[in-house]
Each structure stands twice: as C-alpha cells, then as structure tokens.
C-alpha cells in the first residue's frame, strides 16, 4: 500500500477503522477488546474517544454513560469486566481517573456542555478515589486490591496517564465554574514526582524501564516539555524504535506494537516534531487489515502479524494519532500543543 500522510487522515480512510470499533460495542455501551473479550476501562475510554473523532457522538457519548452507570460507591470501578460482570476486582489508579481524558475530548469533540455536566459527578468521584492512592513524594500508587489496600508501587506511565486525567478534569472544572485547588496541588506534586524522582516509579520486581511506555508517556502527556521532552524522546530512540517498522513494547521483546507506535507519533506531534511523527505514523498501517482494523503489531525478525487478534483499542490508538496530525482536531486541543502544561 503506497498512500501518502493526507490519505492516511482522510475520514475515507480511517471510517472503517472507527466503523471496527463500533461493530464490537455492546448494547449497554461498554467498548470489549473484541468480541467476546473483556473490558477495561482505560481501553474502553481509550475507543470511547476513537469513536467521537469518527463523529459517532451518541455511540461515544453511550461509552461514558455505561461507566456512570455501574461506577462504585468509592468512585471507582474494577479493573476488567466481562459480559456485564466484574472479572479482576482490583481497581487500577489510571484506568479510574482516565474517564477525564475521555469525557474532556468528549466536550472538545462536540461543545456539549448538558453531557459535560451530566458526567462532572462521576469525573469528580473518580479523581477523589484516585488521590486518596497518593504517596509521600506526590506520586500516585499504581493499583488497590479488592479488600481496599493499596499496592506500594508507582509507575511513570500510570502517572502520567493520571497527570494527563487530572489536568482535563480541571479543564472541566473550568468551563463548569467549580474551584478545584486541591486537584491542582496533588497535580503540581505529581508532576515533581515524576520529574524528579523516576527511581521511586517502578515496581520492586521488575525494571520498568524495559517498557516503551515509561519512555514516551512523560512526553506524550507533557509532563515534559520543551528541552526536555525533546531530550527523553531522543534518549530512548535508538533502543525502542526500529526503522520502518515502529516502536517496541519492551526492550525484553522483539515485538512492535500499533498501539505503541501510534503513541510515540502522539508524542511527537505534542511538541511539535511534526516530521518524524508522520515518518513513524506510515509505518503503522502494514499492520492494517482488509476491514480498517489494526492487529496488534508484528514479531521481530520473522516480520509475522502476532497475535492475530484486532483489539478496539489498538484501532482507537491509530485514529487517535491521526487526529493528533490535523491542525486543531479534538485530540490536539486534549492534548495542548506546543508549550508548557501547567498543572
């Protein structure tokens, strides 16, 4: 396929991926990985938000509803469900706060103020139980089992993601004239958390640094900027990325990833390298299939497609990323091109 970046953009192209990830949603709005799979709910917010850039409102709007609807008491919601019941009852800092990113591009993508404030109690619960997670550096605790004990791990990604959550659930705040000075202190100390204390972020068993997310994610969610978001993306260049065909996973695994390399051109694109994010975007779409959907990525060195399911998450990573290449699109304005993010 020789198809140049406009035709990458185009709605032509990219309707039959978001046309994908309507085809697996459920009646009750919830967004599976496939179907038949499980559902999480930063994946699920993750094609919630796929589907608004493909101007399926209602179907989008439908997605959050489904997590207000079954939201706990706490605030929060378990880590997977499957057919309309809890699966893992452990509850994941990141994947509770994301409902923010998600409804906040749901109002960029539509200026729908009546859904923004319909939504606003359940954003404002969710943010509440995630910075009941803190730690004493700033840093949010990755996960909370089903009795309600945290475990005493952070990682870069997850608070980054959470940085990102908390940051759009104060641009909601905004618009709906609520003052939140608290949210914005535990951001401002999430933010040094990361910045400056990267050796606390990691889990004791394993090296986390081994993962493309705990590169980029500090980029893509500006908890970085300038200089110095420049300097980690460069700094983990030569190990993640593989020319021509996108960005590894893990250093532990030959193995290139859609959702990862959409994300890298995210990242890219927020600080304004343009051109290398469209270079690394047209590597991803040898990994399309004949429906407009994306597999998972592709081993290394035997260039095979594996596995070969097509997760609604991963197609959702890809639209978002092209989004991110049109000027003024929803998922630029979500993610505040150029300059400095301010908690």
């Known amino acids: 396929m020789n ?3 406009d035709n990458y953009l185009s709605e032509e192209y990219l309707n039959p991926t978001v046309s994908s990830i309507v085809d697996v949603q459920l009646a009750d709005g919830s967004i599976p990985w496939f179907q038949g799979g499980i559902t999480d709910t930063w994946t699920h917010v993750e094609s919630a938000m796929a589907l608004d850039v493909g101007n399926f409102h209602g179907e989008a709007r439908r997605a959050y509803e ?3 609807q079954i939201q706990l008491d706490d605030g929060s919601w378990y880590a997977s469900y499957k057919d309309g019941k809890p699966l893992e009852t452990y509850k994941v800092s990141h994947s509770v706060s ?7 591009h749901h109002y960029l993508s539509t200026g729908d103020v009546s859904s923004l404030r319909k939504m606003w109690p359940a954003v404002q619960a969710a943010i509440d139980f995630v910075l009941d997670m803190r730690g004493p550096n700033g840093e949010i605790y990755w996960a909370r089992d089903s009795a309600g004990a945290i475990y005493p791990a952070a990682l870069i990604s997850s608070c980054s ?7 759009s659930a104060l641009s909601m705040a905004s618009v709906l004239g609520e003052e939140k000075t608290d949210w914005k202190k535990a951001n401002a100390a999430l933010v040094k958390a990361i910045q400056e204390l990267p050796c606390v972020l990691s889990t004791p068993q394993e090296n986390r640094f081994t993962f ?8 893509m969610c500006s908890v970085v900027n300038g200089d110095d978001a420049k300097l980690r993306v460069s700094s983990g260049w030569d190990k993640f990325v593989i020319d021509g065909f996108g960005c590894l996973c893990s250093l532990e695994q030959g193995w290139v990833t859609a959702a990862e390399t959409s994300e890298l051109a995210i990242a890219l694109a927020v600080h304004g390298e343009y051109k290398d994010s469209a270079t690394v975007f047209n590597w991803i779409h040898q990994l399309r299939d004949d429906d407009g959907a994306y597999f998972y990525g592709i081993a290394l060195p035997t260039k095979e497609i594996w596995p070969e399911e ?11 990323a092209a989004d991110m290449l049109r000027p003024m699109s929803a998922t630029s304005l979500l993610l505040d091109h150029h300059g400095l993010t301010k908690p």
């Open 3 to 5: 198809l140049n970046l």
């Open 66 to 68: 489904w997590l207000s």
């Open 98 to 104: 994301y409902i923010a990113v998600g409804v906040w």
């Open 161 to 167: 993601s959470t940085y990102l959550s908390i940051k």
């Open 212 to 219: 493309a997310m705990d590169w980029y994610y500090p980029a």
């Open 310 to 320: 097509k997760p609604t998450w991963t197609s959702a990573a890809v639209v978002l």
